[in-house]
């Protein structure tokens, strides 16, 4: 069973930092595509950012880019956002999500909540 459990989330203040994980199950971490998506209240999801299977290879969504890092250890099958200078308007729930693929479905995590707040 696929299994995409977040954490790290919480309440940080402007310019603070925060990092997130994903530990993943169930299935062959090293062989997928895994991605950041957030969504804040009244707005649709929206994709992060994204890493290929094998780390070398990311991309950002415009509003992150040059404060966000994604990574991923696949020794641990965790996935990383490390979320620097953060904004209110970075202020949503972030989800972990498995990119499908032309065999797999895609598949998220629970979500954690990140406020970003004085």
């Known amino acids: 069973q696929v299994q995409l459990v977040e954490s790290g989330g919480g309440l940080v203040q402007p310019g603070g930092s925060l990092r997130l994980s994903c530990v993943a199950s169930?299935?062959?971490?090293?062989?997928?595509?895994m991605s950041w998506y957030r969504q804040a209240p009244g707005k649709e999801r929206e994709l992060v950012a994204g890493?290929?299977?094998?780390?070398?290879?990311?991309n950002y969504a415009d509003s992150v880019k040059d404060r966000f890092t994604i990574s991923r250890d696949n020794a641990k099958n965790t996935v990383y956002p490390q979320m620097n200078s953060l904004k209110p308007e970075d202020t949503a729930v972030y989800y972990c999500?498995?990119?499908?693929?032309?065999?797999?479905?895609?598949?998220w995590g629970q979500g954690t909540q990140v406020t970003v707040s004085s």
């Open positions: 890493i290929s299977s094998s780390g070398g290879s990311t």
């Open positions: 169930g299935f062959t971490f090293t062989s997928h595509r």
């Open positions: 999500k498995r990119e499908q693929s032309l065999y797999r479905s895609g598949s």
